[in-house]
């Protein structure tokens, strides 16, 4: 990538890129933001989401081949946000073999009897691979701290559940996920910003269309009514843990076009930091192709 393009995509990037948390406030990100696209001309931006794609298919061969770093991406969002759209189409272009999609629904009862972040960390990707979480973790700040009823079925000793539980809980997260930075792991955070009106008009939607039926939930619909308590669970999650070893990056998603294409750009942006080249062969590994060549020149036809 051009030294012109690296500089326009991270000026792109810089509003929704957090990676420090103080003074973080998500009244101050429009979830209907498109920068200089709009509905005239976002037929450019799914031309650069195209170009991107590309470029993540090139950078995702080097990793693969080079088995040095691993690449974590974490989506959290409210329902109807478009992450599972957002994955499938920002990874369309990628080798399936180099890449893991772990969806994380609601805690088994396997899963309850572990700490709160085992059933994520037994599904970290291997080195030279891309791991997505489809939620993740994360949901232990989130919809646990909404729903304080959830800690009760995590059985953990009473002494440790005190006021500042939630605190602790993101201060183990910070030490994870700067063990796992130090470990090699490129750590990327999405939490895709919808808002109230459009989750409201994507369900009505999901309600309308019989082919969308099947996507919508009553349990969904239950969950808006918490909508004011999940955007300051957010809005403190995302100040506490936003560090730049594992950013987060607030991105608008009430236009799904520029979500994807924002998404795309910011695995690019830190894929190409990595400096991804492909292994170099040495003296005898150049006799042995040389030799293959041989061989292969001398059969009869």
Known sequence: MEKSQKKRIREFLEPYCITQGKGFRLKDHDPTDTQKFTSENKGEAKELLERG???????????????????????????AAGKDGTIKHVMSGVNPQGVQVTSFKAPSAEDLDHDFMWRCMKALPERGRIGIFNRSYYEEVLVVKVHEQLLAKQRLPEALVTKKIWEHRYEDIDHIERYLARNGYIILKFFLNVSHAEQKRRFLERLDLPDKNWKFSTADANERRHWKAYMEAYETMIAHTAKKHAPWYVIPADNKWFTRLAVALAIVDAMDNLDLQYPKVGAEKKKELAEARRVLMAEKK
């Open 53 to 79: 794609v590309e470029w993540l298919t090139e950078a995702q061969g080097k990793l693969y081949a080079q088995d040095r770093w691993s690449v974590l991406l974490l989506f959290q969002a409210m329902d």
